[in-house]
């Protein structure tokens, strides 16, 4: 029987891959993505969505949400004089909201596979070799069978796995990775974490809203480095002062050893030399590109440094008509960031004048308070030798933020001295995550602090504090 022939085949169905599978059929290609995880699918199904769906994003966000209004309800309910005793978290309904979310989002994307007409092969997909101008995949199904497939186009989008420490086992149940750590089946007592990344302070603060003590252990001397100093250090304040949570930075994990009363892990931070025990621990140290399945040998696919499949600013590989996109390119790991560029190569392969402005991708991380930003930090328009202006308002001069009982943080803006032009834009606060799409737009637009500035905002709104910082800029704020 001959090949299935398709215009393009994706290899992975995470954000980058569905999106790119889903962006070819539109345009009118035959489209097809291959995915082998059935993640926790109770029929053993394929599950598509990759990591942000299934075990990523949304789950995450899901648990936030059940630990926020925990808290809420425990905590910020008084002022408003509600009384709420006898307050009880139930776990397991947590989990099941959270992983029923999960369950009608990835099923969505069957949906959206099958209104666009692309088609689904269930299996790992490897390269198996290149014909005239076709190449073969291998499609290797969980009991073993395995089909080829011809493909003008191939795109892979085969995302990325947590990385893993030497000598501390993840079981899922006891040492987790986000996988274990986002389906815990009560609230442990003591929570350790390595890592103050991402994951780690989203993931460290659910549980701790929940009850649990949590100790984070970073490796490098600087918290948040990533984001701007500012937002850095109020974060560090409001994380660990006022909300309890046990940050030691610096620290270098020597031992960790799991015992019938939990684990415990051994570290050295500066001279001294430690011991943290606890009854779960969180591993949240970076992940890895997914590279191993894909036979690159096999067809001379170039990998950089890390292991990351090489690209140029079009995320062409080194091979013909082979592009990648997602977690396992250069660039930061994120959902959106996939999906763009997933957009951005159909449109390529269309002849289209596909493109991601990489210096527009917002960031969010989801702690109480948010952090988000776009655009440059100060450090890096000081490492540059940069002029610069500042606009900072803190969300204590805003009549929403009042009324809504929480004025934790400020907008800041950072504006070129000579043109005005927003290089970028850093928020903490409640709502960071949709204030800063105000912020996107208008550095996609290439706009001014001053254009925000004479933009009229909604009164009474949150958004008003990003009116006064572009008003700051400028030194003439209205209400600060
Ligand atoms: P993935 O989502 O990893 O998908 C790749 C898919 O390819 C997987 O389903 C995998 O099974 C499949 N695959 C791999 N190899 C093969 C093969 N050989 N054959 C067939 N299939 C294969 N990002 C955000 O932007 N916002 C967030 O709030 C956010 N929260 C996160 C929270 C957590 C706990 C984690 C772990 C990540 C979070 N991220 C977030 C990051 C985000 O999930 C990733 O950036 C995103 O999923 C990457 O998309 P991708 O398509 O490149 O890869
Ligand atoms: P991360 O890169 O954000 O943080 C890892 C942290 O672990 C770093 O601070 C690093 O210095 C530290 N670390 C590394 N080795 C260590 C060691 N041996 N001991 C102690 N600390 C050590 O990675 P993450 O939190 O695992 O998240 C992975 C990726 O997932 C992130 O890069 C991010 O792009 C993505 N993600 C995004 C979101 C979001 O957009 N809201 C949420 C979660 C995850």
Redesign the pocket.
């Known amino acids: 029987m001959a090949n299935k022939q398709f215009d393009v085949v994706v290899i992975g169905a995470g954000p980058g891959g569905y999106i790119a599978a889903i962006r070819a059929a539109q345009l009118g290609f035959s489209a097809a993505c291959i995915e082998s995880e059935s993640y926790a699918d109770p029929k053993g199904d394929v599950r598509l969505g990759g990591t942000c769906l299934n075990v990523?994003?949304i789950p995450?966000k899901a648990l936030l949400r059940s630990s926020e209004l925990f808290h809420e309800t425990n905590h910020a309910f008084v002022m408003h004089g509600i009384t709420a005793e006898n307050v009880r978290m139930d776990v397991g309904t947590m989990v099941r909201r959270k992983d029923n979310i999960v369950t009608q989002l990835t099923s969505g994307i069957k949906g959206l596979f099958k209104k666009n007409k692309v088609t689904l092969l269930a299996g790992h997909g490897s390269f198996a070799g290149r014909e005239d101008d076709m190449w073969q995949l291998a499609v290797t199904g969980k009991d073993g069978s395995s089909e080829i497939v011809d493909t003008r186009h191939v795109i892979i989008a085969t995302g990325?796995s947590?990385?893993h420490?030497n000598g501390i086992p993840v079981d899922n149940k006891v040492i987790c990775d986000?996988v274990g750590a986002l389906s815990l089946d009560a609230v442990p007592k003591r929570l350790g974490v390595?890592?103050?990344?991402?994951?780690?302070l989203?993931l460290g603060s659910v549980w701790q809203r929940l009850g649990s003590e949590v100790t984070i252990?970073?490796?490098?001397p600087d918290f948040l480095?990533a984001a701007d100093p500012a937002v850095a250090k109020e974060a560090w304040k409001t994380f660990t002062q006022k909300q309890g949570l046990n940050i030691h930075l610096g620290?270098?994990?020597t031992n960790v050893k799991q015992g019938k009363k939990g684990i415990t892990i051994d570290y050295e931070m500066g001279d001294g030399v430690f011991k943290l025990e606890c009854d779960k621990l969180i591993v949240?140290?970076?992940?890895v590109p997914n590279t191993a399945g894909l036979a690159c040998d096999n067809v001379g696919l170039k990998l950089d440094d890390r292991g990351r499949v090489e690209v140029n600013s079009h995320c062409q590989t080194n091979l013909e008509n082979v592009w990648a996109v997602g977690d396992v390119i250069r660039g930061?790991?994120?959902?959106h960031k996939g999906m763009e560029e997933g957009v951005m190569v159909a449109e390529l392969i269309a002849g289209q004048a596909g493109h991601v402005n990489y210096d527009a991708i917002p960031?969010?991380?989801?702690t109480n308070p948010e952090i988000a930003w776009v655009g440059k930090t100060e450090t890096q328009l000081k490492n540059e030798g940069c002029d610069y202006k500042i606009g900072q308002i803190p969300f204590l001069a805003n009549g929403r933020a009042l009324g809504q009982g929480d004025t934790t943080g400020f907008v800041k803006v950072l504006a070129c001295a000579q043109t005005d032009t927003i290089l970028g834009v850093h928020i903490l606060g409640v709502n960071a995550s949709e204030l800063i799409a105000e912020a996107v737009v208008a550095m996609e637009f290439g706009a001014v602090a001053e254009d925000i500035a004479r933009i009229c905002h909604a009164h009474p709104s949150l958004s008003e504090t990003m009116h006064e910082a572009a008003l700051a800029v400028d030194k003439r704020p209205l209400h600060f």
């Open positions: 990523g994003c995450s990325s947590p990385r420490l986000n390595i890592g103050a990344g991402v994951i780690g989203e252990l970073e490796a490098l480095a620290a270098n994990i949240s140290v970076g992940r930061p790991m994120l959902a960031w969010v991380i989801y």
